[in-house]
């Protein structure tokens, strides 16, 4: 590996594909695999991770917005790509990009017919999503006889996917109501395939339900965080591999006396002789400010290091008393070594939100393409 002269977020693509192969032996042979690719593919590069998935068999990508799949046009990928929260306002950019709608109120579905009307189509692919009980997004089960009366003499468009999300499907102690999910999709799934006369795709497992909930997966399964490398759980967590290793290098060292304080507000204020080392990364590249105040630490010639004090804006101060190191030396926020969840837990949050927050100011850099 190249060595770090300055913050960069390593992105793994062998480890994606092993993540993928991974989770493709959950799955019955059949079984369609759409990955979420969304958040500019979970923080790494959309485009780059879209294509190497691509390239290894997936049938599908997910992404939130509309602007995230005409990004992955432009970039060249071909294969279908849902958009899970489309806006009515860009609703032609999205059939101009040939993308497929998640439907999901009586609003979005009215507002996509005009669209669909306006521009002549001719089954169009959407999906029709349905809240099950996470009460985020989705029809209602009592809204099916709506949208067959919406639907009714429309051949602008073609419902090619049904699908849901599960609330809880990474706790078994909520078993019980994942259950009573999966027996609402099984209903109203049969209640529209009545209605439209023929089978759309059927979704609704998530990384954790593919794991934990496997007789669910139907005609496709989701993936977003399991492909990234993380799961909700640490025995599936081993046998996975972090995607991004986070390196950055010592900017300068300190020799800090009792009683000295560092950084912003003296947040640290030091009880003994210490030494500090400034890290060129800060709360705009991602590291918010939650994890300073010894919440979370970094690894240093594969020792963990503190951080001390306020995170600031480009920069975090670490205590790396007793480590023989000097400026220059790299350090790994975050890697195989010491996960993101690990690097999260201390400040009581969760991989996605660590991972998905990494600023573009931070370069990415690809290893086994």
């Known amino acids: 590996m190249p060595e770090v002269k300055e913050t960069v977020l390593e992105i793994d693509l062998e480890a994606l594909r092993h993540n993928y192969d991974f989770l493709r032996s959950r799955l019955r042979p059949d079984t369609k695999f759409m990955a979420v690719v969304k958040a500019f593919g979970y923080g790494s590069d959309a485009a780059v991770i879209a294509k190497k998935l691509e390239?290894?068999?997936?049938?599908?990508?997910?992404?939130?917005?509309?602007?995230?799949?005409?990004?992955?046009?432009?970039?060249?990928?071909?294969?279908?790509?849902?958009?899970?929260?489309?806006?009515?306002?860009?609703?032609?950019?999205?059939?101009?990009?040939?993308?497929?709608?998640?439907?999901?109120?009586?609003?979005?579905?009215?507002?996509?017919?005009?669209?669909?009307?306006?521009?002549g189509l001719l089954d169009y692919p959407v999906h029709l999503k349905f809240n099950t009980g996470l009460n985020r997004l989705g029809f209602w089960e009592n809204d099916v006889d709506f949208i067959k009366r919406e639907l009714a003499g429309h051949r602008e468009v073609n419902v090619k996917g049904i699908f849901s999300h599960l609330a809880a499907s990474d706790d078994l102690e909520e078993k019980d109501f994942t259950q009573t999910?999966?027996?609402?999709?099984?209903?109203?799934?049969?209640?529209?395939?009545?209605?439209?006369?023929?089978?759309?795709?059927?979704?609704?497992?998530?990384?954790?339900?593919?794991?934990?909930?496997?007789?669910?997966?139907?005609?496709?399964?989701?993936?977003?965080?399991?492909?990234?490398?993380?799961?909700?759980?640490?025995?599936?967590?081993?046998?996975?591999?972090?995607?991004?290793?986070?390196k950055t290098v010592i900017s300068q060292l300190h020799k800090i006396e009792p009683g000295e304080s560092v950084g912003y507000n003296r947040a640290y204020i030091s009880e003994g002789y210490r030494t500090t080392a400034t890290l060129p990364l800060g709360h705009a590249d991602g590291i918010g400010r939650q994890y300073g105040r010894g919440k979370a630490n970094v690894l240093l010639h594969g020792q963990k290091a503190p951080i001390v004090g306020n995170v600031c804006m480009d920069m975090i101060m670490i205590d790396v008393t007793g480590i023989d190191c000097q400026e220059g030396d790299e350090v790994i926020v975050f890697g195989p070594e010491n996960s993101a969840e690990d690097f999260a837990s201390g400040a009581n949050t969760i991989s996605y939100e660590l991972i998905t927050g990494i600023s573009s100011r931070v370069k990415r850099q690809f290893l086994g393409d």
């Open 55 to 119: 390239e290894l068999g997936v049938d599908y990508f997910a992404v939130a917005y509309v602007h995230e799949g005409v990004a992955l046009r432009e970039s060249g990928i071909s294969i279908p790509i849902l958009v899970l929260h489309p806006q009515i306002g860009n609703l032609d950019l999205l059939i101009a990009h040939n993308l497929e709608p998640s439907l999901y109120s009586l609003k979005v579905l009215k507002a996509f017919l005009a669209a669909a009307g306006r521009q």
């Open 181 to 246: 999910q999966i027996g609402t999709f099984e209903k109203i799934t049969s209640e529209i395939t009545t209605v439209l006369g023929y089978s759309p795709i059927k979704h609704l497992l998530n990384t954790s339900g593919i794991l934990n909930f496997p007789e669910a997966q139907y005609d496709m399964v989701r993936s977003g965080i399991g492909l990234y490398g993380y799961s909700n759980d640490p025995e599936i967590d081993r046998q996975l591999k972090g995607v991004g290793t986070l």
